[in-house]
């Protein structure tokens, strides 16, 4: 990996140093880098164009990207986001969950064949998985204090153990900073995050 590289929009799961899970959503953009994340209500986060009309230039760039349902964090690139939520509202099995909805809306049908990516997690478990033009995957993966294991749309659309950087931050606003400025992936542009501190959860945007 050079020292700075275009990733994408990307998700960062894992635990704060001192053990809360977390997953962070970061927008970052080439194209339509005037966009904001948004607390629409306690359990939802959108993604939203500043400018009404770029709502409808593209219909991938207008979404809710975290959801909570009950005691689990949902959090996605697109408008999976809603669709996974309402199945673990009817509690449907995680892991079935993001293979039925990664596959059923499949890649994003853009210039880029741009993948879907998608976490689920509660203070017990993780899930992360990808829908690419060539290939579906899900996995259950295990958190550690202080890492994030990273997963984007390009050049790093994988659920590996090297995709793994370092977390500074315990509440969601100190991570939201931490990861819109971290400068290796290049474009931020907005970013959302659910910390699971104990019974609560809790969100917050950049
Ligand atoms: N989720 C998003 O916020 C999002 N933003 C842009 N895209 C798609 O990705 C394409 C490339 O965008 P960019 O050049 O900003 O990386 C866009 O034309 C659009 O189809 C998105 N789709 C998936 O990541």
Redesign the pocket.
């Known amino acids: 990996m050079g020292d700075f590289m275009y990733i994408?929009?990307f998700l960062v799961v894992g635990k704060t140093k001192e053990g809360k899970p977390f997953v962070c959503y970061r927008?970052s953009?080439?194209?339509?880098p005037n966009r904001e994340a948004k607390i629409i209500d306690e359990n939802t986060i959108a993604?939203i164009p500043k400018d009404p009309n770029e709502v409808f230039k593209?219909p991938?760039?207008t979404?809710n990207c975290i959801k909570i349902v009950n005691d689990i964090v949902v959090a996605t690139?697109?408008s999976h986001t809603d669709f996974i939520a309402e199945k673990l509202a009817f509690n449907y099995p995680k892991r079935d969950v993001l293979i039925y909805q990664l596959i059923t809306l499949d890649y994003?049908k853009?210039?880029?064949n741009?993948p879907r990516i998608g976490v689920i997690l509660d203070k017990e478990e993780c899930y992360m998985g990808y829908v690419k033009d060539d290939e579906l995957r899900v996995k259950k993966v295990e958190l550690k204090e202080g890492k994030g294991y990273y997963l984007s749309?390009y050049e790093c659309c994988a659920i590996s153990e090297e995709q793994v950087i370092d977390i500074g931050g315990e509440t969601p606003e100190e991570i939201c900073e931490y990861i819109l400025n971290y400068k290796e992936f290049e474009h931020p542009v907005t970013c959302a995050t659910a910390v699971i501190d104990k019974d609560e959860i809790k969100i917050a945007t950049l």
């Open positions: 994408g929009r927008v953009s080439r194209s339509f993604i593209n991938y760039i979404y690139n697109g994003e853009d210039a880029y741009t749309t």
